[in-house]
Structure formats: C-alpha cells, structure tokens
C-alpha cells in the first residue's frame, strides 16, 4: 500500500510541479487555488510559485500545513505554523529515500491542446514503463501546470487523485513566502536529514509526499 502511494504521489510531484522530464517549467511568476481529490476527500489550498521556488499551502479545518520547495538550494521546509515548528527536507536525500521513480521510467507524450481554466493547455500522457501508474497533466504556455489526473494500481487495488489549479494570477510573487520564518523552531529528523534506520524512515518518507501535495496534518 505504502509503495503504491508513494509512486503515485511521486508521479503526482513531478506533474503538479512540472519538473519531470520532457515537461515545460514555468516561465513566470504565479499564484492559484488549488484543489485536490482523493478518495480521503477534496482538500483546497493555495499556491505560489517563482523561479525554482514554490509554496504550496493547505487547510484542513483549522489546521493548516505548509511546504516551501527551494530547488535554488536542493532543500524544502514542512511548516507546521499552529506550532511554529518546521522540518527540513533534503532534495537528494528525500528522492533517494522515497523510491520516487527516476525519469527514465516515466514516458511522456503529448496528446493534444485542451482549453483548462481559461488557459489553452498543452494535453500531456504520463506513464510508468512497468504501468503501476500514470495519468494526464495539462500545461498552460506559460509553463503551470494547471490541471492533473493520476491514477495507480496494484493486483485490483486502484488509487486516483486529481489536482486543478484554479484562480491563477500570473505576477511577481513576494520572496518572503519562500523563506524559513525566523521565529520557528526545527523539530526532530525523521529520516531525510540522515541517520535512522528503515522503519524510522517510513513516516518521514509519507508525510514528505503528503506535505509536497499539501495533504499532510500536524
């Protein structure tokens, strides 16, 4: 179960932040409504997003959980901001970890032109070679990735999730969104930092993904 999610999740990563191989980055500056769809229900968060730099927030009643990915540095923070503490995510170390599949196991094709959310989109096929996963995610041409539909399974176990970027205001973003706040605190590593042993890791390893979609909790 746990390894079926992960490489869905992963796969999801890779669309939602159109990093993947063969996939357009975004060339501007931008904000969104996301939504997102699983069979654990509809969650609704907020997105923003600059050069090698994203925030990806998410409210769950009156929680909320926060991920700030800073390619610029290989490195990420899981916010908690009801308890001003934070986790730091090493990019090598959370992808090596994670058994998120590499780009030469994902096959992308184009399908077709799609207008999504009042922007013309490029149709895009994502499927893992050994076709436990894949999907559609559609990109605007300006490189956001705004719409995306993953689907995996494993025997007759399947997992679907969705992801649609609503509201877009493309513009220059405030670099303070993308910073640690001075005034939280580091809690204590689960695995990405090193050190650990395997069945320390695997918590760490899921609310990685969870947070990267903005589903994680406290």
Request: glycine share 12%.
């Amino acid at each position: 179960m746990f390894k079926r999610l992960s490489i869905l999740l992963g796969l999801t990563v890779c669309a939602t932040t159109a990093h993947g191989a063969g996939l357009p980055v975004p060339t501007v500056e931008y904000s969104a409504d996301r939504v997102i769809e699983s069979s654990s229900g509809t969650f609704d968060g907020k997105v923003y997003s600059a050069k090698d730099k994203e925030r990806m927030e998410m409210h769950m009643g009156d929680m909320k959980s926060v991920m700030i990915l800073r390619r610029d540095k290989q490195l990420g923070w899981s916010l908690m901001p009801m308890q001003k503490m934070y986790q730091q995510i090493d990019f090598a170390k959370a992808a090596q970890q994670s058994g998120a599949a590499p780009d030469s196991e994902v096959e992308i094709t184009i399908v077709g032109t799609e207008s999504v959310e009042g922007f013309e989109a490029t149709k895009y096929k994502m499927l893992m070679k050994d076709g436990s996963a894949g999907g559609f995610v559609w990109i605007t041409q300006e490189g956001i990735a705004v719409k995306m539909d993953m689907l995996s399974k494993s025997g007759r176990e399947k997992s679907r999730i969705t992801m649609t970027l609503k509201n877009i205001t493309i513009g220059t973003q405030d670099p303070q969104l993308f910073e640690l706040p001075a005034d939280y605190s580091a809690m204590p590593s689960f695995g990405f930092n090193g050190g650990g042993n395997s069945g320390a890791q695997k918590p760490g390893m899921k609310g990685m993904f969870k947070n990267a979609l903005g589903l994680g909790g406290n």
